[in-house]
């Protein structure tokens, strides 16, 4: 995460009077990287992630999957799935070409309905409301270039675009 406030903050735009929290994926890598972690734990959480990477010549990428699940004490059954891959073509003179894509799914019965002191006392994991649901889907698309100029400047330009459903449906209780 890179944390920016006061007038740091105005490369990313106009509208960021409080502040910005970038989050930076990670970098590109400069050999072969290979990258693969698994977890287990309580209340069935598993969680898998595979990283792989290299540069080619004036290429570069990065391919990132991770994918965990956790049924939680409150029965959540959180399911979520993100990728991303990176790619970074040098141009020379002319700068770098570079592009981000990223999908992230993610489905619960996740739910704001707390527990009345009596419901917690008798049974601390009760959810009352176990058909809530929370569907949440994003893509993510960013294309920039980056040149260098005279005097340790650089010059970023960039377009990106995202969709991002997320349809959460309440049960009243």
């Known amino acids: 995460f890179e944390i920016l406030q006061g007038r740091g903050s105005i490369r990313y735009g106009p509208h960021t009077i ?11 890598p400069d050999k072969l990287h290979l990258e693969a972690e698994a977890r287990y734990g309580t209340y069935g959480y598993g969680m898998g992630k595979l990283q792989v990477g290299n540069r080619h010549g004036a ?10 699940h956790f049924d939680g004490f409150r029965d959540l059954n959180l399911s979520m799935t993100d990728a991303l891959a990176k790619f970074e073509l ?14 992230y799914n993610e489905y619960s019965n996740a739910t704001y309905l707390g527990l ?3 419901q917690f006392e008798s049974d601390p994991s009760l959810n009352a409301a176990i058909h809530d649901e929370l569907p949440l889907q994003r893509y993510g698309a960013n294309l920039w270039h980056r040149i260098a100029l005279p005097h340790d400047m ?17 049960q009243d209780v």
């Open 90 to 103: 040098d141009l020379g003179t002319a700068g770098q070409l570079g592009m981000k894509l990223n999908i």
């Open 59 to 68: 290429g570069a990428y990065l391919l990132h999957i991770s994918h965990t």
């Open 154 to 170: 650089m010059l970023k330009s960039g377009v990106y675009a995202y969709l991002i459903n997320r349809d959460w449906r309440r």
């Open 18 to 28: 409080g502040g910005v929290i970038n989050y930076l994926t990670p970098p590109l």
């Open 116 to 118: 009345t002191t009596s």
